[in-house]
């Protein structure tokens, strides 16, 4: 739902500038009664965008999926886990568009070429405090270039997974991913992903007919 209504700034501000920005701001906004808003002051955490990619191998009808650790959830579960399973993302660098970025993080992080590459949304992760948004999309295997792993001049060490369709949407109805970006990519990409799987299928099925009448006409 989009709605245009007024918001006054008197103060914005850089207080923190690092690989993460914040801005203080002071403004008053619009209330749904039409006043305005008693003056707030805001922090924002901006770390620009970001893009996701629910990446299926057709040939094999597995998804592939990557490991890696993570401080924040480490910090945050009190040092007992920081490693999650998720998708393959990476941030939107200046000059580069949400689909470049695709090509470039999947190859890096995974080691593929990609195809029928394909925007499911866009999402606000954590509104309340970060202007970060997630470009999430639905790509396919084309082939594979190299082992993957991350960049070793950014101190990536990434595992890369093939798991079966079935096994991943198990997990995911048992609760078991915890990133938010592979929650909503996996929920929003699983019917594109069964009507390829489908399709697979049933052009296998054709493929197993033609060789079996090719091997009756020839004996």
Same mark, same amino acid.
């Given at each position: 739902? &989009?709605?245009?209504?007024?918001?006054?700034? +008197?103060?914005?501000?850089?207080?923190?500038?690092?690989?993460? %920005?914040?801005?203080?701001?002071?403004?008053?906004?619009?209330?749904?009664?039409?006043?305005? +808003?008693?003056?707030?002051?805001?922090?924002?955490?901006? /770390?620009?965008?970001?893009?996701?990619?629910?990446?299926?191998?057709?040939?094999?009808? %597995?998804?592939?999926?990557?490991? *890696?650790? /993570?401080?924040?959830?480490?910090?945050?579960?009190?040092?007992?886990?920081?490693?999650?399973?998720?998708?393959?993302?990476?941030?939107?660098?200046?000059?580069?568009? #949400?689909?470049?970025?695709?090509?470039?993080?999947?190859?890096?992080? @995974?080691?593929? /070429?990609? %195809?029928?590459? &394909?925007?499911?949304?866009?999402?606000?992760? $954590? #509104?309340? =405090?970060? $202007?970060?948004?997630?470009?999430?999309?639905?790509?396919?295997?084309?082939?594979?270039?190299?082992?993957?792993? =991350?960049? @070793?001049?950014?101190?990536?060490?990434?595992?890369?997974?093939?798991?079966?369709? +079935?096994?991943?949407?198990?997990?995911? %109805? !048992?609760? *078991?991913?915890?990133?938010? &970006?592979?929650?909503? =990519?996996?929920?929003?990409?699983?019917?594109?992903?069964?009507?390829? +799987?489908?399709?697979?299928?049933?052009? *296998?099925?054709?493929?197993? $007919?033609? $060789?079996?009448?090719? !091997?009756?006409?020839?004996?």
């Amino acid at each position: 739902m &989009k709605h245009t209504r007024k918001v006054e700034i +008197s103060e914005e501000r850089l207080a923190y500038d690092d690989f993460f %920005k914040i801005t203080v701001v002071r403004l008053r906004f619009e209330k749904f009664n039409g006043e305005m +808003s008693a003056e707030v002051r805001r922090l924002c955490l901006d /770390r620009g965008d970001a893009v996701a990619v629910v990446l299926f191998n057709r040939q094999n009808n %597995k998804l592939v999926m990557i490991e *890696q650790f /993570r401080y924040p959830v480490y910090r945050a579960l009190k040092r007992e886990n920081g490693w999650l399973c998720e998708l393959v993302a990476g941030v939107v660098e200046a000059g580069e568009t #949400p689909k470049e970025v695709v090509a470039r993080e999947v190859m890096e992080e @995974a080691g593929y /070429r990609i %195809k029928n590459v &394909k925007l499911l949304s866009t999402v606000f992760p $954590s #509104p309340g =405090g970060m $202007s970060e948004r997630v470009y999430i999309f639905y790509a396919e295997v084309a082939g594979r270039e190299n082992a993957g792993g =991350g960049l @070793a001049v950014e101190h990536e060490d990434i595992r890369v997974m093939e798991l079966p369709v +079935s096994k991943v949407y198990a997990m995911l %109805k !048992k609760g *078991q991913f915890e990133d938010a &970006k592979t929650v909503i =990519g996996l929920m929003q990409a699983e019917k594109l992903i069964r009507l390829r +799987s489908q399709g697979r299928t049933r052009i *296998q099925k054709r493929r197993n $007919s033609i $060789s079996g009448q090719g !091997k009756k006409r020839r004996a």
